[in-house]
Nanobody, 129 residues
Framework: QVQLVESGGGLVQAGGSLRLSCEVSGRAPGFYTMGWFRQAPGKEREFVAAIRWRGTISKHADSVKDRFTISRDNPKKAVYLQMNNLKPEDTAKYYC??????????????????????WGQGTRVTVSS
């Protein structure tokens, strides 16, 4: 059983920073991509960022590019999301997920929620204006 636990959320003023963490426990499957998604009230869960196993390939949504940075520490089985210059529109519950799909391209990173088969319970981020 794989478990993901997110932490680091909270209330912050616009322009502030937060660092989210997600730790994996249990029998984590092989080499996997880890991603961050977020879901605001009344909206669909959307892609934020994802990073492949080796950490050299990552993708970020256009809305967070140049403000958020994803990274991972494989020995610790953890992924992080450094969020700078936060905006009120970043307010959402943030989830991390694992994508175990083997893709034909070695540098492909999925932005599709359906690609991720394991999820945490989420951590809430609220940005005040």
């Amino acid at each position: 059983q794989v478990q993901l636990v997110e932490s680091g959320g909270g209330l912050v003023q616009a322009g502030g920073s937060l660092r989210l963490s997600c730790e994996v426990s249990g029998r984590a499957p092989g080499f996997y991509t880890m991603g961050w998604f977020r879901q605001a009230p009344g909206k669909e869960r959307e892609f934020v960022a994802a990073i492949r196993w080796r950490g050299t390939i990552s993708k970020h949504a256009d809305s967070v590019k140049d403000r958020f940075t994803i990274s991972r520490d494989n020995p610790k089985k953890a992924v992080y999301l450094q969020m700078n210059n936060l905006k009120p529109e970043d307010t959402a519950k943030y989830y991390c997920g694992i994508d175990t799909t083997i893709y034909s391209s070695s540098d492909y990173v999925s932005r599709q929620r359906s690609s991720y088969s394991f999820w945490g319970q989420g951590t809430r981020v609220t940005v005040s204006s």
